[in-house]
């Protein structure tokens, strides 16, 4: 294959994998080529749902070690006494249930690359030790007093600001430093609108013909004006509702409206007016509808404490649906601190499915 021929294979791979041509995009993948030539350590950041991770996995297939493994972990999502052996590896028999040896993530990605994602969740105590391996290349399992070398390249990754953690104490300078070698920005979603029709096709690439939806142009519309909270990842959960409920079909204004908001499909519709004298004249202008919500009736009065409850628990299964399960996004998402949401769950019995 010709040099030419081999670059625009590249090129076409790399498109593949980060999709669309907004302007924001043709910077991110231009970012990828270059930081993909050596062997700095990145960290990328962006809101959750951006694709920081393929945009990691993109850095490494574009560089020298695409031959190698590419392991990927989140650091929010393991409990704080595991990471260092999810990370290090550890010995049998070195703490309770450890019933043979296990090899961490870094020697399991010898010669490749390891993805840290949200690595501003990291403890703190676990940051130095982690600051220790990049600047040694040297790890030591959990019970082991064995020295062993390393030769991994390190992408991290995180949704907050860490100028902010580094300020209050939550995250080491040092470490920034040594993992943010070159330093990476992911467009929100709503900064690359114009790239959602291409996502969208993208999304429904794999779907029977039967379950693809097709979008008017006033819903297309609407979908690039929507403000993206959960970025690409709600987007594709969005397809997805879309393709369960209305595959095959082409969908309008309303249908996009219903399908952005899944929880407000719950509510029951208003009745029907019975008197004809309650329609408005054809022509006349109909003031919007209004949230359905319940009047207490004589006798029988609404329990507020529990409707309150009911809505509270709606919101948290959606938070958690659109962070994937990730407890620290889903309390952004929310406007609440971690541990706050953390209490909320134990209290409506929600599996936590991350640390």
């Not at 990328?44 to 393929?54: I, Q, V």
């Not at 300078?173 to 990476?184: P, W």
């Not at 690039?224 to 990842?233: A, I, K």
């Not at 949401?341 to 499915?353: A, N, S, T």
């Amino acid at each position: 294959m010709t040099e030419v021929g081999q670059n625009r294979t590249d090129a076409s791979a790399l498109e593949a994998l980060i999709i669309g041509h907004s302007p924001a995009v043709v910077r991110l993948r231009e970012m990828i080529r270059r930081v993909a030539r050596s062997n700095a350590s990145v960290m990328l950041c962006g809101p959750s749902g951006s694709g920081k991770e393929l945009v990691a996995r993109a850095i490494h297939d574009e560089g020298v070690r695409s031959g190698k493994a590419f392991s990927a972990i989140n650091c929010g999502a393991i409990p704080g006494e595991l990471i260092e052996s999810e990370l290090f590896g550890h010995e049998k028999g070195s703490f309770t249930g450890a019933h043979a040896r296990r090899i961490g993530h870094f020697e399991a990605s010898e010669g490749g690359t390891l993805f840290l994602d949200e690595i501003g969740d990291m403890r703190f105590d676990m940051q130095v030790k982690l600051l220790r391996v990049l600047e040694d290349r040297t790890i030591v399992r959990v019970g082991s007093s064995e020295v062993k070398s390393v030769d991994v390249r390190v992408i991290s990754a995180t949704h907050q600001d860490l100028g902010t953690a580094i300020a209050d104490g939550r995250f080491r300078e040092d470490l920034f430093f040594r993992l943010g070698v070159v330093v990476v920005q992911v467009p929100s979603l709503s900064d690359r609108v114009e790239d959602i029709p291409a996502l969208i096709r993208h999304f429904q690439r794999k779907m029977p013909a039967d379950a693809k939806c097709r979008y008017e142009d006033a819903a297309m519309a609407l979908l690039m004006q929507h403000r993206w909270p959960g970025n690409v990842r709600e987007l594709r959960n969005f397809v997805e509702r879309a393709s369960v409920l209305h595959g095959g079909e082409t969908l309008g204004v309303e249908d996009v409206i219903m399908l952005l908001n899944p929880t407000a499909a719950l509510a029951p519709r208003p009745a029907v007016p019975s008197s004809p004298a309650a329609v408005p004249a054809s022509g006349e202008a109909q003031p919007a509808a209004a949230p359905f919500s319940k009047t207490p009736a004589p006798g029988r009065p609404i329990d507020l404490k529990r409707e309150i409850e009911t809505i509270e628990l709606e919101q948290i299964h959606n938070a958690l649906d659109l962070a994937d399960g990730i407890i620290s996004e889903a309390a952004r998402l929310l406007t609440l601190k971690r541990t706050t949401l953390i209490e909320k769950m134990r209290k409506y019995g929600v599996q936590q499915q991350a640390a």
